[in-house]
């Protein structure tokens, strides 16, 4: 999670940044805002030029794939996206993926593209990790798209519970601070060491230690996914970055 280009909580400074004085505010995700989305712009990339739309368009598509994802309704009725949205969706991901699976490789790969000034590799690979629920080596389209759904357009406790999952490296149930450190590192190594403003090299380990304190409450050395929830909404700066977090998604 990140904050404004001063300050950070849990992500590296340099995102750009709104007003961030006064209550915290959860924001409308726009269209403009779900093209910020990194893996958003990589689907919509490669999505083909579509002649006059047919209701049947969709259903037909998911059709013609060897992993066969689950109807346009179900999966409407489990995201925030519209019927709409999860067809071009769909027909890019089926365009990029053939398979209907994504692997670990093409995640690297479209991370590459949007940071290139960086090493996004250990950055894609625990970001992949936490799309790769079934824990299997690939992503189905529906966990893809209900994890962006949850990022984009999930309620706060959603995104925070997301948040953790990916923080919680090994799936144990609790982030260390070597876990936190991990991912920080990871984060200021896909942006690049030529960051405007400037970051100084030991920025991780400062934002980790501000992180633990704040929640790890007991001093046990880890934080529960309930320190993690209850600390994040009753603290505004880190509830503010909430809505910058797709800024790295």
């Not at 805002?33 to 006059?52: D, E, F, H, R």
């Not at 709409?84 to 692997?103: A, H, I």
């Not at 984009?152 to 090994?170: H, Q």
Request: proline share 4%; charged share 25%; aromatic share 10%.
């Amino acid at each position: 999670m990140q904050s404004d280009g001063q300050r950070v909580d849990a992500l590296p400074d340099g995102a750009p940044s709104g007003p961030q004085e006064g209550k915290w505010q959860k924001p409308r995700i726009s269209r403009k805002s779900l093209m910020k989305c990194c893996l958003v712009k990589w689907i919509i990339s490669n999505t083909a030029p579509q002649g006059p739309a047919d209701s049947s368009d969709g259903e037909l598509e998911l059709s013609m794939v060897r992993h066969q994802p689950e109807g346009l309704e179900e999966l409407q009725a489990q995201t925030q996206f519209t019927r709409k949205e999860l067809q071009s969706l769909y027909r890019g991901f089926k365009n990029e993926c053939p398979s209907g699976l994504v692997d670990e490789e093409t995640f690297k790969t479209i991370y590459s593209q949007f940071f290139p000034q960086g090493d996004a590799t250990t950055y894609a690979h625990f970001l992949f990790n936490a799309f790769d629920v079934d824990r299997n080596g690939s992503i189905r389209f529906e966990d893809f798209v209900i994890g962006l759904s949850v990022l984009l357009r999930g309620s706060v406790t959603e995104k925070l519970r997301w948040a953790f999952n990916l923080y919680d490296i090994n799936k144990d149930g609790y982030i260390t601070k070597e876990e936190m450190l991990a991912i920080m590192k990871s984060i200021y190594d896909m942006m690049g060491r030529y960051t405007s403003p400037s970051v100084k090299e030991d920025a991780p380990f400062e934002h980790v230690e501000k992180f633990f304190q704040k929640m790890d409450r007991n001093r046990d050395g880890v934080v529960t996914i309930e320190e993690f929830i209850e600390t994040c909404q009753k603290d505004e700066s880190i509830m503010s970055s909430m809505q910058l977090f797709e800024n790295v998604i």
